[in-house]
């Protein structure tokens, strides 16, 4: 499988838990600040993957 698509696959990965962290930390705000903080906390951990992912996802040009 070519490298591409490997980190396309996991970049999408990451984004669909980034996006039920989110929403989990979002629903316990109300209820439980605590588990809503260390929600919150995972979803920056796994943005912060998302975001180097997207670094080594970015198509480079040649300089010219």
Do not use: C, F, G, V
Not at 45 to 64: E, G, Q, T, V
């Amino acid at each position: 499988m070519d490298t591409k698509i490997k980190i396309k696959n996991y970049k999408n990965k990451l984004l669909i838990q980034y996006k039920q962290l989110i929403e989990e930390a979002y629903n316990l705000r109300q209820t439980d600040h605590a588990l809503s903080d260390i929600s919150e906390y995972r979803a920056m951990i796994m943005l912060n993957k998302l975001n180097r992912l997207k670094y080594l996802d970015r198509d480079l040009k040649p300089l010219s």
